[in-house]
């Protein structure tokens, strides 16, 4: 077998002794007469063999000379110790060993017949710039920093990976040019660093085979397993794939942490503390698991630990050993958390505390299928690595913190995109006004000369069909009620049953035509309080009566305490209603904010309500015009009949066929919006432009002027407004929108009823055209009106 490879490589590798027999040459010359017979022994027994010296290739010369290499190795490789050093003579960039300490060879041995060392971070491109980079030190003269670590990862017989640090001794190395090799200059050596990365440049600047290195460098291995093991599980708690549910994560912890303990079989947990609750509660993630939790998702915090594990864990803050876990879990009774460990079949265990000053955040669970192999000598260990992972969760807790935060923000009190601008300003202001030692306040936003458009659509008499099913629920309990009061009457012949049964169709006379304001809290009451307790006394004395209680109580909702079949159905037709028409309106308002940027708010009610300001003041760098008004309001009315469609197409599946009503209120006048710090929110600001909300509040509820009808019709889009030039502009976007098939033609203007503080409006009705395709291809656009116009 030959070394041929230096094709690959800027060097062409040569075994030699040279380098290290010169120092021996010295040491023949030596006044002290032991070192001199020492040298002069190895000397005479390489003699015989120049190519020793000469160097070679052909790596079964090393076979045929291993009793001369070994004399030469003697005091490279002490006898001595060879049990203690993990040692080894190779060649430099290659895993070829050709000499190695006893204990190198243990290790190699343990990790199995068929397993190779080879460097951990060594790759074929890099090596070969490494390996330039030696050349331009070494021979041209060139001061570079190359060094970096390299690592051999090897397991034990056990199969726990273990770590060794390679450093590398390169004193019996000589490096001599060949033809190959170039003169370089200084242009050359920065050419060269300015571009590390380009393999064949410094392949044209440093040929392969340029060189020879004669000799051979000795590797010195340490044993960095505990180190390595810290470093990994510090980088692992600093990474983000916990958060993002990668089960490799776990998967890489347990083999980090079976490598730091060098224990093969141990499993890690982990499992959070909730101080408001004082409970211990799962982790989610790919991979989580929690001896102490189980299969549950909390537990509290006295149930899951014994009198012992309390104290340590949550008063001491200090581990908790359990080495024999068949042993403490008959002595105790078979108390958590000996249960839980024998259940899984754990026989030795630590609980770790991880806690910030004293304050309980988590627990750290190492567990083992062997008893004594998990104790309170190897839970010692854990003081190198718990400040990383009481950092890790801290940063976690904080993390989950901001993102819950986010989520409130986003779900409840969202600052909108097309404003968040203006807050920004703001808090930079506050940030600033700190730093600057002055007192920082957030100072209130306020939008100017905004122009508002508000849109609902509202679900036709909620009240009623909500007290409907309210209505039907209670008349359904209380003959339910009856008939096992009835049923225990005739039985007993106790009076006391009888009035109960007179108690309860006096409710259902109550109920049966109208539905009062407190009649379902005193049926609430009287059933809970009086019916409940009988029921109950007589689910103990009567076998036949109990299962028609029983069966009675099949039929109560746990949350309500009470039937929840009608209402059910009705919240479920709103709360459906509601989840898809705001879906579709929120991805709406992506385009429209595309047009132009304005505010915008949504929330639900018995329906869904929106409000939208759009002006310079919120445009911030862009310029506003009038047109995107315009182009605001057809946008809304277009996107109100989308709406009224998904309805449409919505209703047959609803459990209560619910109809609704829609609602455009126009505003011909500016306003100005302040952000209420107090209720998180904007609002009109100033007493004049609270006319625009009351106006809100009060329109669906009005009637068309001198009749009975109620303004808000179902199958009606309805437009409100005060000003003719609103009623133009209406008009024209009705007749361009029924030409895309979003309204019938028919349209009616009526008067509204003078509300108190507000008269003088009017409103057009126009009907909505209803159509199978749910999703037009296109969001017409105030532009798309003008074409057509002028068409």
Same mark, same amino acid.
């Given at each position: ?33 032991? =070192? ?18 000469? /160097? #070679? ?92 670590? +390299? ?36 242009? &050359? ?25 004669? /000799? ?5 291995? #340490? ?61 989610? /993630? ?11 998702? !909390? ?19 200090? #581990?908790?050993?359990? @080495? ?37 955040? /988590? ?78 306040? #957030? ?10 458009? !508000? ?22 309990? =209380? ?119 304005? !505010?915008?708010?949504? +929330? ?83 007493? !004049? ?83 199978? &395709?749910?999703?037009?291809?296109? @969001? +017409? ?11």
């Amino acid at each position: 077998m030959s070394l041929n490879n230096y094709e690959n490589m800027p060097i062409q590798r040569v075994i030699s002794f040279n380098k290290l027999l010169e120092y021996y040459d010295e040491l023949s010359k030596s006044k002290d007469p032991f =070192l001199a017979a020492k040298a002069k022994r190895v000397l005479d027994a390489q003699a015989p063999y120049p190519e020793l010296r000469e /160097g #070679f290739e052909d790596v079964s010369l090393l076979k045929k000379h291993e009793d001369v290499i070994k004399i030469i190795f003697e005091d490279t490789f002490s006898e001595i110790l060879g049990d203690n050093e993990i040692k080894a003579a190779a060649l430099p960039y290659d895993n070829f060993i050709f000499n190695s300490s006893k204990r190198f060879q243990k290790i190699l041995a343990e990790a199995g017949p068929n397993f190779e060392p080879k460097i951990r971070n060594q790759e074929d491109e890099f090596n070969y710039i490494m390996a330039a980079v030696v050349v331009l030190n070494f021979y041209y003269g060139f001061k570079l920093d190359f060094s970096r670590p +390299y690592f051999y990862d090897i397991p034990d017989a056990a199969g726990v990976m273990h770590h060794y640090r390679i450093l590398y001794n390169a004193d019996f190395l000589e490096l001599h040019a060949t033809e190959k090799a170039k003169d370089l200059t200084q242009e &050359d050596i920065d050419e060269l660093l300015e571009n590390y990365d380009n393999i064949e440049l410094w392949k044209e600047k440093i040929p392969p085979g340029s060189f020879i290195a004669k /000799g051979f460098v000795i590797s010195n291995m #340490f044993d960095v397993t505990a180190e390595h093991s810290i470093s990994e599980i510090k980088s692992g708690l600093i990474s983000n794939e916990k958060e993002n549910g990668d089960e490799s994560f776990m998967e890489f912890m347990q083999e980090t942490f079976r490598s730091f303990f060098r224990l093969k079989d141990v499993k890690v947990g982990f499992v959070a503390y909730d101080t408001k609750q004082d409970q211990f509660q799962c982790v989610h /993630g790919a991979g989580m698991e929690s001896v102490i939790l189980g299969n549950d998702e !909390y537990v509290s915090c006295e149930e899951a630990l014994c009198p012992g594990s309390y104290k340590a864990l949550m008063q001491d803050s200090d #581990f908790f050993a359990v @080495t024999d876990v068949n042993k403490y879990y008959e002595l105790s009774g078979g108390i958590s958390p000996y249960k839980n460990l024998k259940e899984a079949g754990y026989q030795s265990a630590i609980f770790a505390p991880i806690a910030d000053n004293g304050n309980l955040l /988590g627990v750290l669970e190492i567990s083992s299928p062997n008893k004594n192999e998990l104790n309170s000598v190897v839970a010692t260990k854990l003081e190198d690595i718990m400040p990383f992972i009481v950092t890790a969760v801290l940063r976690s807790k904080t993390e989950e913190e901001n993102l819950i935060d986010a989520i409130i923000q986003h779900e409840c009190t969202s600052v909108h995109d097309s404003v968040y601008w203006r807050f920004q300003e703001e808090a930079k202001n506050f940030i600033k006004d700190g730093l600057q030692g002055e007192q920082p306040s #957030f100072k209130e936003i306020v939008f100017e000369k905004v122009n508002p458009l !508000y849109g609902q659509i509202d679900i036709k008499d909620s009240s009623m069909a909500r007290n409907k099913a309210i209505q039907r629920d209670l008349m359904i309990q =209380l003959s339910d009620v009856n008939r096992v009061l009835t049923e225990a009457w005739q039985k007993t012949k106790l009076p006391i049953y009888e009035e109960l049964i007179f108690r309860v169709n006096n409710h259902i006379e109550d109920v049966k035509e109208v539905l009062h304001t407190n009649s379902e809290q005193a049926i609430f009451n009287f059933i809970m309080d009086e019916v409940n307790p009988v029921f109950e006394h007589l689910k103990k004395n009567d076998t036949e009566l109990e299962k028609s209680i029983l069966s009675y109580e099949a039929q109560i909702d746990e949350h309500t305490h009470s039937y929840y079949d009608h209402r059910k159905n009705y919240d479920t037709s709103v709360m459906t209603i509601n989840k898809k028409l705001a879906s579709l309106i929120d991805k709406k308002q992506d385009e429209a904010q595309l047009m132009f940027p304005h !505010y915008f708010e949504r +929330y639900k009610t018995d329906g869904i309500e929106h409000n939208m300001y759009i002006g310079d003041s919120i445009a911030g760098n862009r310029s506003f015009d009038p047109l995107y008004l315009n182009n605001l309001r057809l946008w809304q009315l277009q996107v109100m009949c989308e709406m009224e469609n998904k309805h449409y197409s919505l209703k047959p599946e609803l459990p209560v066929p619910l109809d609704v009503a829609s609602l455009i209120l126009v505003y011909n006048t500016s306003l100005s919006i302040r952000f209420r710090m107090d209720e998180k929110r904007f609002d009109v600001d100033g007493t !004049y432009n609270a006319r625009y909300e009351i106006i809100k509040k009060r329109i669906d509820k009005s009637f068309v002027k001198g009749t009975d009808e109620r303004l808000t019709q179902t199958g009606k889009m309805v437009i409100v407004y005060s000003q003719k030039s609103d009623e133009i502009e209406y008009l024209r976007y009705i007749k361009f929108l029924k030409s895309k098939g979003y309204f019938t033609g028919k349209v009616e203007i009526v008067e509204l009823e003078g509300l108190q503080g507000v008269a003088g409006l009017k409103a057009i009705r126009a009907d909505v055209l209803y159509r199978k &395709d749910q999703e037009p291809e296109k @969001t +017409y656009t105030y532009d798309d009106l003008m074409e057509e116009l002028k068409a």
